[in-house]
């Protein structure tokens, strides 16, 4: 089998049945077929599954029922039908093997990586495009995530309302991201908060505005209780913006020691963090440059020569 030309990557999750792309694949029995997000058809060629995180498992409650359901049928598909399984972190990669015992030498782990776009700038490249939002470059604190419960929005808002109100008139809260499962109580307290002022909720933000809003924060707070990898911290890591993050392993892992550490449950310490990231810190200023070298190690174009070496090992076991 030869590499060039034989690969298939379509991602199907809320697009199409693997059940009808299988019928659709027949005759490419010798190309390579890769589904970014675990869901496998019916294929007779080699396969190749990506996994994100196992949170179904580890945390059903912050999934629909019905989503639960789905993904543990298909999860087990491709555990039973994957010739190689990639997982996004050491700790999704753990997980797969604690979870389902499944080979250590069957699983690789391939970094996501982080777009060029997202690097340190200058606050005149900043002000004007930051002004339509009625932001000052290094004046907010920014949060981006999809508003659910795992997301763990609430504790930054609970955390936020504890700064003194003399920070918080000048440092307002802004939330980046799209209503997701179980929003409706927080988009409502959201809503509630941004009549003082001082809270700010973007929704959904373009692609092209994001790098601005990282470039321009004093820190970026991301307190999940649950991820497979953890992209915002490393998007703040690459804006050499300061991370107050969650402290667990797949954050850790990206971070490796740059970000400011803290249960994601614990209030009282989210609000002391980000309290410390208003003024000068030198200690803040050298986890901030550690942070920017960390993150010159992930890129999507390593990803991609990872994620292709794959294919190349596959085909040459053949």
């Not at 080979?103 to 982080?114: A, C, R, S, T």
């Amino acid at each position: 089998m030869a590499l060039t030309g034989s690969l298939i990557a379509i991602s199907i999750y809320d697009k199409i049945s693997p059940l009808l792309l299988g019928s659709r694949l027949d005759g490419y029995d010798d190309y390579i077929y890769h589904s970014p997000n675990f869901m496998l058809p019916p294929f007779s060629g080699l396969k190749i599954s990506t996994f994100h995180d196992l949170s179904v498992f580890r945390c059903p409650e912050y999934h629909r029922n019905a989503q639960v359901r789905l993904m543990e049928k298909e999860i087990h598909k491709a555990l039973n039908q994957a010739d190689r399984l990639i997982a996004i972190s050491e700790f999704t990669k753990n997980e797969i093997i604690e979870l389902f015992g499944y080979p250590d030498d069957k699983v690789v782990v391939v970094p996501n990586g982080v777009s060029p776009d997202f690097f340190p700038r200058c606050t005149k490249e900043l002000d004007a495009p930051l002004a339509v939002f009625g932001l000052i470059p290094g004046r907010y604190f920014l949060s981006v995530a999809t508003i659910e419960p795992r997301k763990n929005i609430d504790s930054i808002l609970d955390a936020y309302e504890m700064l003194p109100k003399i920070i918080r008139m000048e440092y307002p809260l802004v939330i980046c991201g799209g209503a997701g499962w179980k929003s409706e109580g927080t988009l409502e307290r959201i809503k509630n908060m941004m009549k003082e002022g001082d809270v700010r909720y973007l929704g959904y933000v373009k692609e092209e505005m994001k790098p601005l809003l990282y470039a321009g924060a004093t820190a970026v707070v991301f307190v999940p209780f649950y991820e497979g990898f953890g992209l915002p911290v490393l998007e703040a890591m690459a804006s050499g913006v300061p991370v107050v993050a969650s402290d667990i392993p797949p954050l850790n892992e990206v971070s490796a020691g740059s970000s400011y550490k803290v249960l994601p449950q614990d209030v009282e310490e989210i609000a002391r963090l980000m309290q410390k990231m208003v003024g000068s810190d030198g200690r803040r200023q050298q986890k901030t440059i550690f942070g920017l070298n960390v993150a010159q190690e992930f890129s999507w174009k390593n990803t991609v020569e990872k994620t292709v070496f794959q294919y190349r090992g596959l085909v040459g076991e053949q």
